[in-house]
């Protein structure tokens, strides 16, 4: 199970593009990097699913170099109502999924 | 609408009284797996299941016990809660158990051992 490592906390301010970058050193060959997303007393929610490259939806992207041992998630333009906790997820182990302990992500007006 | 449900969301108890959390969904998922979060801990699996009448231990299992006896229902059970086990509880689901598959969470339960 590749380890992660996440940023504990992020201060941000509206309208500003934030990345908030993952390291997973071990990442296996086919592990993919998923994100999730907690507000407070919410249970986390997916946001982008990616293996290599870059991966963007509606609401963020995912870049991820070629040696794939780090991801960077972009949430462009944020607003307060992006607070919230944020997880990056590489493979699982036996059936077992390995959330740590997230980022935090402070948007102040 | 597709959801993972869990109740009661909010629970008050006290040490050694048995509960049940009940946790159901609505998508056709095989995988079913109950979390609990701790300030400073983040997410932490309990138990997991594969599919029907098959369960297996996650990081924290101690004190909980799990079945899953229909695919829809996974109930967390407590037999003798301890004041330890104050936290918040998450079940979620996701199809299978597998690199691209998502789990879609419950809106959690907070419970309270005094």
């Known amino acids: 199970l590749a380890k992660t490592t996440q940023p504990i906390s992020m201060d941000s301010y509206e309208g500003q593009e934030v990345n908030i970058t993952c390291s997973h050193n071990?990442?296996?060959?086919?592990?993919?990097i998923t994100w999730y997303q907690q507000f407070p007393s919410q249970g986390p929610r997916f946001i982008i699913q990616g293996y290599k490259t870059k991966v963007t939806n509606e609401v963020a992207s995912l870049f991820i170099p070629a040696d794939r041992k780090s991801s960077t998630l972009s949430l462009p333009r944020v607003s307060l109502s992006d607070t919230a906790v944020y997880y990056c997820l590489v493979g699982y182990n036996f059936n077992k999924f390995y959330f740590g302990s997230g980022t935090k992500l402070n948007v102040k007006p | 609408e597709a959801q993972v449900t869990q109740n009661p969301r909010y629970l008050i108890t006290v040490t050694g009284k048995k509960l049940t959390v009940t946790c159901s969904q609505n998508m056709n998922h095989e995988y079913m797996s109950w979390y609990r979060q701790d300030p400073g801990l983040g997410l932490r699996q309990i138990y997991y299941?594969?599919?029907?009448?098959?369960?297996d231990k996650g990081d924290v299992p101690e004190g909980y016990k799990v079945s899953r006896k229909e695919k829809r229902n996974f109930p967390l059970i407590l037999e003798s809660p301890s004041p330890n086990q104050t936290s918040l509880y998450f079940c979620?689901?996701?199809?299978?158990?597998?690199?691209?598959?998502?789990?879609?969470f419950g809106p959690g339960t907070r419970l309270t051992v005094l």
């Open positions: 299941s594969m599919n029907v009448e098959v369960t």
């Open positions: 979620a689901s996701s199809l299978m158990v597998g690199n691209t598959d998502t789990q879609y």
């Open positions: 071990n990442i296996a060959t086919n592990d993919y």
